[in-house]
């Protein structure tokens, strides 16, 4: 079997800056979309919980519906037995009967006037009720439609952009496969610990690209002659030079027309 052809310093460079114009690139389709997907998520999750209060409001309101017509069925049994009451009074032996009868329609006539004051209160409840489920009812409407809006202009980024970012990850992948694991990771520990993602940049006017420590000249001329991997003293991100960067920023173009 033959062995694993050892790749040299200058190959890993340019896989390394190829990675990170990718990862660059992917990161700046992720920006476009911004919070917008969890905007979205939250407003979801916003109409979906109105909902849910929107049905508890109105099942609260059938409740009380069915309390009043407790009530009043209570208030008719009340009437009857006042009927009953009154018309056996007609017909007592005693004036203990009699009082034990007025005694009874006494009580049913303070029942009655309990039902009554409890359907009052409970179409109090209905009146307060009815205000909140139209409040609701518009403020939901008003989510939905913002909902709608703002879910159509994610569909329409993510239309433009799924497909480029779901090809840009696969090279991503393709890429770091070309590197060895020890360099991949040190290249993802960079990316998460600097700003802007950048792990590998070049050396631009005597400096790393986006800082403004200058670089040595000693160490420029080793950058250039692409025999080691240097990194950035202050930031830590690997360098290289600026015409290794230009050749593989014109190749990593056609790479995204490609995608796209």
Same mark, same amino acid.
């Given at each position: 079997? %033959?062995?694993?052809?050892?790749?040299?310093?200058?190959?890993?460079?340019?896989?390394?800056?190829?990675? =990170?114009?990718?990862?660059?690139?992917?990161?700046?389709?992720?920006?476009?979309?911004?919070?917008?997907?969890?905007?979205?998520?939250?407003?979801?999750?916003?109409?979906?919980?109105?909902?849910?209060?929107?049905?508890?409001?109105?099942?609260?309101?059938?409740?009380?519906?069915?309390?009043?017509?407790?009530?009043?069925?209570?208030?008719?049994?009340?009437?009857?037995?006042? !009927?009953?009451?009154?018309?056996?009074?007609?017909?007592?032996?005693?004036?203990?009967?009699?009082?034990?009868?007025?005694?009874?329609?006494?009580?049913?006539?303070?029942?009655?006037?309990?039902?009554?004051?409890?359907?009052?209160?409970?179409? %109090?409840?209905?009146?307060?009720?009815?205000?909140?489920?139209?409040?609701?009812?518009?403020?939901?409407?008003?989510?939905?439609?913002?909902? !709608?809006? $703002?879910?159509?202009?994610?569909?329409?980024?993510?239309?433009?952009?799924?497909?480029?970012?779901?090809?840009?990850?696969?090279?991503?992948?393709?890429?770091?496969?070309?590197?060895?694991?020890?360099?991949?990771?040190?290249? !993802?520990?960079?990316?998460?610990? *600097?700003?802007?993602?950048?792990?590998? *940049?070049?050396?631009?006017?005597?400096?790393?690209?986006?800082?403004?420590?200058?670089?040595?000249?000693?160490?420029?001329?080793?950058?250039?002659?692409?025999?080691?991997?240097?990194?950035?003293?202050?930031?830590?991100? *690997?360098?290289?030079?600026?015409?290794? %960067?230009?050749?593989? =920023?014109?190749?990593?173009?056609?790479?995204?027309? $490609?995608?796209?």
């Amino acid at each position: 079997m %033959a062995a694993k052809k050892e790749i040299t310093v200058e190959e890993k460079l340019r896989a390394l800056y190829d990675l =990170q114009l990718i990862d660059s690139r992917i990161d700046e389709i992720r920006n476009v979309r911004g919070e917008l997907p969890l905007e979205v998520e939250d407003l979801a999750d916003e109409v979906e919980g109105m909902k849910t209060r929107l049905e508890k409001l109105v099942s609260g309101l059938d409740t009380i519906e069915d309390d009043i017509k407790g009530k009043k069925l209570l208030i008719e049994e009340a009437k009857e037995l006042i !009927k009953k009451y009154t018309k056996q009074q007609d017909n007592v032996r005693n004036n203990r009967e009699f009082n034990s009868l007025t005694k009874e329609v006494e009580f049913q006539e303070l029942e009655m006037q309990l039902a009554e004051k409890h359907i009052r209160e409970f179409k %109090a409840q209905i009146e307060q009720k009815t205000a909140v489920i139209e409040d609701t009812k518009v403020q939901l409407v008003k989510r939905e439609d913002h909902l !709608k809006h $703002k879910q159509k202009e994610l569909d329409e980024i993510l239309g433009e952009t799924e497909k480029e970012e779901a090809a840009l990850v696969k090279e991503s992948e393709k890429y770091e496969k070309q590197i060895e694991e020890r360099l991949v990771k040190a290249y !993802k520990r960079i990316r998460t610990n *600097v700003k802007n993602g950048l792990a590998v *940049v070049a050396v631009e006017r005597g400096a790393s690209g986006g800082s403004f420590f200058t670089i040595p000249p000693q160490v420029i001329m080793e950058i250039g002659s692409r025999k080691k991997i240097i990194t950035d003293e202050h930031s830590g991100r *690997v360098l290289v030079d600026a015409a290794l %960067a230009f050749e593989e =920023q014109e190749k990593m173009e056609k790479v995204f027309k $490609k995608v796209k």
